[in-house]
């Protein structure tokens, strides 16, 4: 079954971090490129982080010097290293495969919430 588990999510102050950890089940990641997205209440479904099968990154603009994305292959998974958190960072945060064509199931995900 193709599964994607996002987890490390939690309540942290305004200035901390958070580790999260997307785990896929079902197929092998090695050869996609993941994104992190995450969701607000009342927002739309934005992508915050990616990263190439080759191991090249890309961050939004808001995120960027902050957060570090990474994978192992080995473990099957990708992570989300989140520092300098900001109560704008609030919410529900997911993984997946990039391009819509290639896209799993959604997982359902795991809420940071940043207390200011």
Request: hydrophobic share 35%; glycine share 12%; proline share 3%.
């Amino acid at each position: 079954q193709v599964q994607l588990v996002e987890s490390g999510g939690g309540l942290v102050q305004s200035g901390g971090s958070l580790r999260l950890t997307c785990a896929a089940s079902g197929f092998s990641l090695d050869y996609y490129a993941i994104g992190w997205f995450r969701q607000a209440p009342g927002k739309q479904r934005d992508m915050v982080a990616s990263i190439t099968a080759g191991g090249s990154t890309n961050y939004a603009d808001s995120v960027r010097d902050r957060f570090t994305i990474s994978r192992d292959n080995a473990k099957n998974a990708v992570y989300l290293q989140m520092n300098s958190l900001k109560p704008e960072d609030t919410a529900v945060y997911y993984c997946n495969v990039l391009g819509a064509a290639r896209r799993k199931p959604w997982g359902q995900g795991t809420q940071v919430t940043v207390s200011s």
